[in-house]
Nanobody, 123 residues
């Protein structure tokens, strides 16, 4: 059974940064699409960023382009989301997920999910 565990969330002031981590139980991330999603209270889950191991391509939602960066550590089978210039609109529970559809930011294309980590941006 594939397991994903997110960490790194917390409370940060506007303009600040956080780095989220997603530790996976897979033996290799090769062959997977890896995505970061978020869900704010009363809103639907939305795709933030994804990474496709087959071609190394990365994808970002327009709302985070230029501020967020997805990356991975192959040796640790861990995925990261570096978040800079955070705003209150970035407040949400952040989830990582594994799937098979390259480049997708659609939650229904992902099969395995972590439990989420809370990010709160507030002064």
């Amino acid at each position: 059974q594939v397991q994903l565990v997110e960490s790194g969330g917390g409370l940060v002031q506007p303009g600040g940064s956080l780095r989220l981590s997603c530790a996976t139980s897979v033996s290799t991330l090769d062959g997977y699409a890896v995505g970061w999603f978020r869900q704010a209270p009363g809103k639907e889950r939305e795709g933030v960023s994804s990474f496709t191991s087959s071609d190394g391509m990365t994808y970002y939602a327009d709302s985070v382009k230029g501020r967020f960066t997805i990356s991975r550590d192959n040796a640790k089978n861990t995925v990261y989301l570096q978040m800079n210039s955070l705003t209150p609109e970035d407040t949400a529970v952040y989830y990582c997920a594994l799937g098979a559809i390259a480049g997708s930011l659609w939650p229904y294309d992902y099969d395995y999910w972590g439990q989420g980590t809370q990010v709160t941006v507030s002064s």
